[in-house]
């Protein structure tokens, strides 16, 4: 059974940090594409960030965050990452991590997280 669990979201002024982690279970990790995900309070899902199965060096952001967050992937721990720096209101979700698997170069992810709240007060 695969398991995606999120954690470290929280409540932060503006202007400060949070560390997402995403710990998965019950596939093999090292094989996945991971992503990052969010999705504010009368919006659709948006896609955040995603780090390549096959070399952490691939990564790609959303316009939005770009030199704001960083993605990173420990493969030992199975886990991914979600570094946020210099956060906004409008960064206010629920953020979701996500697993596609690699060789395929499939578009769809098979397996989500519960999603994590981060809230952002001005």
């Known amino acids: 059974q695969v398991q995606l669990v999120e954690s470290g979201g929280g409540l932060v002024q503006a202007g400060g940090s949070l560390r997402l982690s995403c710990a998965a279970s019950?596939?093999?990790?090292?094989?996945?594409?991971m992503g990052w995900f969010r999705q504010a309070p009368g919006k659709e899902r948006e896609f955040v960030a995603r780090?390549?199965?096959?070399?952490?060096?691939?990564?790609y952001y959303a316009d939005s965050v770009k030199g704001q967050f960083t993605i990173s992937r420990d493969n030992a721990k199975n886990t991914v990452y979600l570094q946020m720096n210099s956060l906004k209101p409008e960064d206010t979700a629920v953020y979701y991590c996500?697993?596609?698997?690699?060789?395929?170069?499939?578009?769809?992810?098979?397996?989500w997280g519960q999603g994590t709240q981060v809230t952002v007060s001005s």
């Open positions: 780090i390549s199965w096959r070399d952490s060096s691939s990564i």
């Open positions: 019950g596939l093999s990790f090292s094989s996945y594409d």
């Open positions: 996500a697993a596609r698997y690699g060789p395929t170069r499939t578009t769809r992810y098979d397996y």
